[in-house]
């Protein structure tokens, strides 16, 4: 290939700006070299056009001299200048490379100038070869003062080895890096003031005379020669709880590190003086706790208790009430001695009823149960005489009916009567139930014995009175409040109260 002529001025100004162009990418392959985001690949292909930069340069220098001197003069001895070019093939490779595996489209068009530098390129343009070496000059120009620009942003932003230390410096928790040896690599600022804070001797030099010193601290005063050496300072630092002076409290902790290719050991130290403030309060809130379930599981004892009592209250009255009435009945009737057919009948009925009572559970219905009252008193020949109907409500009618059948019971065991009268009254705001019998009358000074109390117990479980309105004849009285709803629809549905439509005879 014949030595290109060109004007002296300007290829001086070729030579100038190619060179330039030469020590500015140099610079930016090396800067590549030491970014977090750079390849190998790009960091190669970099180089190359660091390369393919000085053949330009020594092409101009051939150009204007007919030789070559300086920097270029080993490069350039004894080698053709169609050799020279020919290492803008390997450029150009390079940059469909990374065009390829970095998605950077742009360097496909460097690829292609880079192949017009190629000696068959060359050879077709001539003379015209000064157009080709200004382009690129201007490309790689802003090429390079660009890179340079991002080299400079990126390199600001990524940490150093200085900045880390000065990172791990200002950190509020105390950080301490020493290797397997014992040597300290790195204490920051506050570690130093930990460790002043719990008085550590100035002469500790080794980090694990200073893990020593910790546990130390963390175990108080020492109780034994073993408690003051432990064995292994640095397991005993894992999750070490130390109270310093002012109150605080700093968590120790220690792990393997690897800190420029070496096994090191990071001791830690974290204020949780806030943790342990909070811990403390739920530890004083778990024994607030366990003395609420202690006081409360007492209270369920004495309400299981109070509980028993009342069954077997209940117990005792539904034995006396109901199944003693009956009892009592069937004595008296036994007394006959020329029982009719029918009598025995209800008998036998009598007889299933306290089989029935003994083994059913206490809610019966109140309507039936009134009606089996009345139809117990006809066999001993009392007539049991009911007027007005049972309130709607279930527990004031269990109330209305265990009234009548104690009242009942005491008229014809104690005051023999023949007749029986109980009135029912519901207005909008109470049912009022009255009984009196034509017995013999009470003596004024009554001694009450386990119906009295009974049938006033039953009306004050449902928030009434009860009251004895007169002896002679013994005549008794309750009232008991309805509620609202009861109050709207006070008597039980008439089929329910179809047995209480006419007085029970």
């Not at 060109?6 to 190619?18: G, K, W």
């Not at 343009?125 to 790689?140: H, K, P, W």
Request: charged share 20%.
């Amino acid at each position: 290939m014949n030595v290109l002529s060109v004007h002296t001025p300007v290829a001086h100004a070729l030579y100038a700006c190619l060179f330039l162009l030469v020590c500015g990418q140099f610079v930016h392959a090396l800067l590549c070299t030491k970014r977090a985001d750079s390849s190998p690949l790009r960091c190669a292909y970099e180089f190359s056009l660091v390369v393919q930069l000085f053949v330009c340069v020594a092409l101009v220098q051939l150009s204007v001299t007919g030789n070559v001197s300086g920097f270029v003069y080993l490069f350039a001895l004894k080698v053709p200048a169609d050799l020279l070019l020919y290492v803008s093939v390997p450029c150009a490779l390079l940059a469909l490379l990374v065009a390829v595996r970095c998605h950077r489209v742009w360097e496909s068009v460097e690829a292609v100038l880079l192949l017009c530098f190629t000696p068959p390129f060359v050879s077709a343009l001539g003379d015209s070869y000064v157009v080709l070496v200004i382009v690129e000059c201007g490309y790689v120009l802003f090429r390079t003062a660009s890179n340079l620009a991002v080299d400079r942003v990126v390199l600001q932003r990524q940490p150093s080895p200085l900045s880390c230390v000065d990172a791990l410096d200002v950190l509020p928790e105390g950080v301490l890096y020493a290797d397997m040896h014992g040597r300290i690599v790195f204490m920051n600022n506050r570690m130093r003031s930990c460790l002043n804070g719990l008085g550590a001797p100035a002469d500790l030099s080794s980090a694990d005379e200073i893990a020593a010193f910790l546990v130390q601290a963390g175990r108080g005063a020492p109780d034994s020669e073993q408690d003051a050496q432990p064995e292994d300072p640095y397991e005993a630092l894992r999750q070490l709880r130390v109270v310093m002076p002012d109150g605080s409290t700093l968590l120790f902790d220690v792990c393997h590190v690897m800190l420029r290719a070496r096994h090191c050991r990071c001791v830690t130290a974290a204020d949780v003086t806030e943790e342990e403030s909070l811990n403390r309060a739920i530890a004083r809130t778990n024994d607030l706790l366990a003395t609420a379930n202690r006081e409360l599981a007492a209270s369920l004892a004495d309400v299981r208790a109070v509980a028993r009592a009342d069954a077997e209250r209940k117990m005792r009255s539904r034995v006396h009430d109901t199944i003693g009435q009956k009892l009592s009945i069937l004595h008296r009737y036994l007394e006959k001695s020329d029982p009719t057919a029918a009598e025995l009948a209800q008998v036998k009925e009598l007889l299933r009823d306290i089989t029935h009572d003994i083994a059913v559970a206490d809610e019966v219905d109140p309507v039936a149960e009134l009606a089996s009252i009345v139809d117990a008193f006809s066999l001993v020949r009392c007539a049991l005489v009911v007027e007005g109907t049972l309130p709607r409500e279930r527990r004031l009618a269990r109330a209305v009916v265990d009234i009548v059948r104690e009242s009942a019971t005491n008229a014809v065991k104690h005051g023999q009567a023949a007749r029986v009268d109980v009135a029912i009254s519901l207005t909008s705001e109470a049912c009022t139930l009255t009984v009196s019998n034509n017995g013999a009358p009470a003596p004024s000074h009554l001694t009450e014995g386990l119906g009295v109390p009974g049938m006033r117990a039953a009306a004050e479980e449902v928030g009434g009175t009860f009251e004895i309105v007169s002896t002679s004849p013994f005549s008794l009285r309750a009232r008991l409040p309805l509620s609202p709803r009861d109050a709207r629809d006070r008597s039980l549905d008439p089929k329910e109260a179809s047995h209480d439509s006419h007085p029970h005879r």
